[in-house]
């Protein structure tokens, strides 16, 4: 089997994984003591901050061009204050099995819509690979206490969970365009801080009834994280690497999500780790491989190194 060199591109996504596993645990740490619409309002708002500051000191502007505007509002609205809604209030209707697996998909789901917009062709190889690294998270998933399963009790959830990845993947898939015009920094801030705006809403209320003497500096230090690094950094460098070799490949990284999720969770929060973790991760890297050699670049997409 022919082995594939990793690149700096790939050295950085598996960065922003990371990042994103560590950070659902600091987010269970900062949820005992914050309210969760409370929570997301300030990190969301301490994220968009952080980014336009950024913005305005590398590129001094925040401008579009005139036709682009609607869809940016829109891709704001659906994209973060919308999913961000769904993430969180789905979260708390289901269990974290569920939401492990439902999130484990989102490479699947990004792939079917860059194949339905035409920004890449997916080769049976490529989907064997998508196939095998859902299979790798279900796998570590179904070891653990309470496995996935699908009741009475958790279904609102797991509707609301598998709208936001949906969500997630539109906005992921519809940026490709605006990458090949825009920075990924300045399509990120932008989106970021009118979806952050018009996320406050939902959660000004609990914001005003909220204590915040009794909130720990850990909590707050592991918002901050969460805002700044999570939310800002990571998604900055996502978006780099989806202008540079695409939406597929980029997104099978995140069949790595959910595993080192379940490392950090051991480590920070004291949570068990299964025998099938192993298995699991032998499955996901194998489907990692065969995704990246099944994918091939729609002519003239950003995918074939095409540079804004």
């Given at each position: 089997m022919k082995l594939i060199k990793l690149s700096a591109n790939d050295g950085l996504m598996l960065l922003v994984v990371t990042i994103w596993a560590a950070n659902l645990s600091l987010v269970k740490i900062s949820l005992s003591e914050i309210p969760p619409l409370p929570y997301n309002g300030i990190r969301l708002l301490l994220a968009a901050v952080v980014l336009l500051v950024w913005l305005l000191l590398s590129e001094k502007n925040l401008r579009f061009a005139k036709r682009d505007l609607p869809k940016i509002i829109w891709l704001s609205f659906t994209g973060y204050a919308l999913y961000?809604?769904?993430?969180?209030?789905?979260?708390?209707?289901?269990?974290?099995?569920?939401?492990?697996?439902?999130?484990?998909?989102?490479?699947?789901?990004?792939?079917?819509?860059?194949?339905?917009?035409?920004?890449?062709?997916?080769?049976?190889?490529?989907?064997?690979?998508?196939?095998?690294?859902?299979?790798?998270?279900?796998?570590?998933?179904?070891?653990?206490?309470?496995?996935?399963s699908l009741t009475r009790q958790t279904w609102k959830g797991d509707l609301l969970l598998f709208v936001a990845v949906f969500l997630w993947a539109h906005y992921s898939v519809s940026a490709r365009p605006f990458l090949k015009k825009y920075s990924p920094l300045k399509f990120t801030a932008v989106t970021m801080g009118l979806g952050s705006l018009m996320f406050f809403p939902f959660s000004l209320p609990q914001l005003l009834r909220a204590s915040y003497a009794s909130i720990s500096l850990k909590a707050w230090l592991c918002m901050l994280f969460s805002g700044v690094i999570a939310l800002s950094l990571a998604l900055v460098l996502w978006f780099f690497s989806v202008r540079k070799v695409g939406n597929s490949q980029t997104a099978v990284y995140s069949n790595l999500q959910p595993l080192l999720a379940i490392v950090f969770a051991h480590w920070l929060l004291g949570e068990a780790v299964t025998p099938t973790l192993l298995l699991g991760t032998a499955v996901v890297f194998t489907g990692i491989y065969f995704t990246r050699r099944g994918r091939e670049a729609v002519p003239g997409t950003a995918a074939d190194g095409e540079r804004a």
């Open positions: 961000q809604y769904l993430f969180i209030s789905g979260i708390h209707l289901t269990t974290a099995s569920n939401t492990a697996v439902i999130f484990g998909g989102t490479p699947i789901m990004i792939s079917l819509l860059s194949s339905f917009f035409k920004h890449e062709k997916i080769k049976p190889l490529g989907w064997l690979g998508i196939a095998l690294g859902f299979a790798g998270i279900y796998l570590v998933i179904s070891g653990r206490a309470g496995g996935f």
